[in-house]
């Protein structure tokens, strides 16, 4: 069969989604075509002569684009067999996506969408968190890594790749898809495997390695021996890594990981409101967040969190103390705006749903936000979330420098909680590396990505 994989959207990186699926495709004998919308146009053409289209969907940002696409396909092309694949596509079971894809296929689905290439038959969703073999990514039916998002540092930008060495997670954070999907297992990748994409990317250019793994030490000895194998075959790649904050704090081994060329940390802070982060189950509090970047600092590795300012709950003093604690940390050089105004996500299955505090404030499931909607009691925070958000859409659309942006957003929050907005003062903040792409996992398209997926000879 001659089978089309289509990424929309992979946080800026080379879709890994594309490429593993298209090894293990290749494999069953399969011929493999490949689209990524983040940075090439739909072209009709590239349909021509498939017999399936299978669209990746990692992230809530790539299941609403691949919904959009999956439609266009579905009109001009009725007649071909359309599967979501990936995280998100437990959403599969929504009618709206029903009504244009023909199955879904939910975390480990590399042995599924095999399966289904061989046949295209009908089938219902199906939900794997097993073991499954995996094959060194190809790389080759992509565009190349100079198409995709940079290291930026140093004023320079170098060439990044993105690998993953395990998938799934220990944890059960409420907020998270992960383990709705998982349930508290996660499955690691063969570090042969590893070392093998990583060679690859490394013949494309990359000089800059991102382990994208929900949380890279969910198996530390495991990560341990990849980040070591990885170094050793090429010992001046750099790394960034995504650890949850009591791992930061468990780990006894961040002056190896320094001298192994770890950069950067992006870690999953959320909140500063101690309430906030019980009832998201993250397992830390504001004071575990300040020693983090104590610890990662003392070893100069630097950290970059990620923030989710706007739950049901939220009031403006804790967007105010979220501002608050990335000045006295000195973060704001490793803040992205977009973060500032996300809302929280509720797709169906969501953990959250558990709570009291959310069940009680959300509407009927809206098919086509995938998502529950929810206002907050106090409408002046929803209004602040969409002025932090418009901001951070502006500036990047705009090219408006980030912390100009943040600068905008820090001064509506304090007008917001009734403060004089002239302390939002930042000043020159310490220089963090970080990649250039600046969007996020759990926001809304942007009318850009939309553009490109449904215009016709659009970008």
């Not at 079971?93 to 590399?110: L, N």
């Not at 650890?243 to 940390?265: C, G, T």
């Not at 020693?291 to 009031?315: A, D, H, K, Q, Y």
């Not at 209004?383 to 990047?396: C, E, H, K, M, S």
Request: with cysteine; proline share 8%.
């Amino acid at each position: 069969m001659r089978i089309l994989l289509i990424s929309t959207y992979e946080l800026g990186h080379q879709p890994l989604h594309v490429a593993s699926p298209a090894a293990r495709l290749r494999h069953e004998g399969h011929e493999v075509v490949a689209l990524d919308l983040a940075v090439e146009d739909f072209d009709p053409g590239r349909l021509d002569g498939c017999d399936g289209v299978a669209i990746s969907v990692p992230m809530h940002t790539a299941m609403r684009l691949g919904v959009e696409v999956a439609g266009r396909i579905r009109a001009e092309r009725p007649e071909l067999p359309i599967v979501f694949y990936g995280l998100y596509a437990a959403v599969g079971r929504d009618p709206a996506v029903g009504a244009v894809a023909d199955h879904a296929f939910v975390g480990e689905y590399e042995g599924a969408l095999a399966a289904w290439a061989a046949t295209l038959d009908a089938a219902p969703v199906v939900v794997d968190a097993g073991r499954t073999p995996f094959l060194a990514p190809a790389r080759d039916v992509l565009p190349p890594l100079d198409r995709y998002a940079r290291l930026e540092i140093g004023g320079e930008r170098r060439i990044a790749g993105y690998v993953e060495a395990s998938h799934g997670c220990r944890h059960r954070c409420r907020h998270c898809p992960v383990p709705v999907v998982y349930d508290g297992r996660m499955r690691t990748v063969a570090i042969d495997v590893t070392v093998a994409d990583v060679a690859s990317q490394v013949e494309m250019g990359a000089t800059h390695i991102t382990f994208g793994d929900p949380d890279f030490l969910n198996a530390p000895v495991h990560a341990r021996r990849v980040l070591d194998a990885v170094h050793t075959t090429f010992p001046d790649l750099t790394f960034d890594l995504t650890v949850k904050v009591s791992h930061i704090l468990e780990f006894d081994h961040w002056d190896e990981m320094a001298r192994r060329n770890v950069l950067f940390v992006i870690s999953a802070f959320e909140s500063t409101d101690d309430a906030t982060l019980r009832l998201l189950d993250k397992g830390h509090t504001a004071a575990d967040m300040a020693r983090s970047v104590e610890i990662l600092r003392r070893e100069g590795i630097e950290i970059r969190p990620t923030w989710l300012p706007f739950v049901p709950w939220t009031e403006p003093s804790h967007v105010r103390d979220i501002f608050t604690f990335i000045a006295e940390h000195d973060l704001f050089g490793a803040t992205d705006p977009v973060q500032m105004g996300l809302r929280l996500l509720l797709p169906a299955g969501s953990l959250l749903l558990e709570l009291d505090e959310v069940r009680t404030r959300i509407g009927p499931y809206d098919p086509d936000a995938l998502t529950y909607p929810w206002r907050n009691p106090d409408p002046e925070v929803d209004a602040l979330q969409q002025r932090l958000a418009d901001l951070a859409a502006d500036g990047a659309d705009r090219g408006i420098p980030a912390l100009e942006t943040l600068t905008a957003q820090w001064r509506t929050v304090l007008e917001a909680a009734g403060e004089n907005p002239d302390r939002a003062v930042i000043g020159t903040p310490r220089p963090v590396p970080g990649l250039t792409e600046s969007w996020f996992c759990c926001a809304e398209p942007t009318e850009t990505q939309r553009d490109r997926v449904t215009t016709p000879g659009c970008c």
